[in-house]
T-cell receptor, first 110, second 111 residues
């Protein structure tokens, strides 16, 4: 079945440094979503990408969908302590089911 | 404010017990989902439903069943709880396969 992998599993960065998480699917996706889960919280939707090669920005966050629609990335510029949490990608495949990635847990060193 | 609520934040049960986890959404969403979340494994889909009385198996349905008698309510049932079902259980709902709204989660411990 469809698999979605994320790397890295963990990332520790100094406050102010940049952060990137990568998402790779075993199959072509019709769209990809990104979620953020704060410690002790539940996943909260950030954004959805639909088009091949699409790039979207939300303040310091930049989301990219690969040309082949099999991979995606989330880049955070100049991390802040409020960015702490686990970031999940989730892709919709041909079966229209949303498959979540394994997540990247981001910790910030003040 | 849109909401997905789950019946318990924490639950402790014994091996062999029947366990009910309830989820209610107030957004009139057609689609509802049950996931379990374990460290290093992300969110794994157990069951989902696109309509009342409809249910579909997800990726890890073994040991679970579900019930959707009303549009706003989706229940997850563990017929005979086992220790390997100790996990965080998350319910979510969506409209038109768009963004999913999650409940706060139920941390279930099976002793």
């Amino acid at each position: 079945g469809q698999q979605v992998m994320q790397i890295p599993q963990y990332q520790h960065v100094q406050e102010g440094e940049d952060f990137t998480t990568y998402c790779n699917s075993s199959t072509t996706l019709s769209n990809i979503q990104w979620y953020k889960q704060r410690p002790g919280g539940h996943p909260v939707f950030l954004i959805q990408l639909v088009k091949s090669g699409e790039v979207k920005k939300q303040k310091r966050l930049t989301f990219q969908f690969g040309e082949a629609k099999k991979n995606s990335s989330l880049h955070i510029t100049a991390t802040q302590t409020t960015d702490v949490g686990t970031y999940f990608c989730a892709g919709t495949g041909g079966n229209e089911k949303l498959t979540f990635g394994t997540g990247t847990r981001l910790t910030i060193i003040p | 404010d849109v909401k997905v609520t789950q019946s318990s934040r924490y639950l402790v049960k014994r091996t062999g017990e029947k366990v009910f986890l309830e989820c209610v959404q107030d957004m009139d969403h057609e689609n509802m989902f049950w996931y379990r979340q374990d460290p290093g494994l992300g969110l794994r889909l157990i069951y989902f439903s696109y309509d009342v009385k409809m249910k579909e198996k997800g990726d890890i349905p073994e040991g679970y069943s579900v019930s959707r008698e009303k549009k706003e309510r989706f229940s997850l049932i563990l017929e005979s709880a086992s220790t390997n079902q100790t996990s965080m259980y998350l319910c979510a709902s969506s409209r038109d396969h768009k963004e999913q709204f999650f409940g706060p989660g139920t941390r279930l411990t099976v002793l």
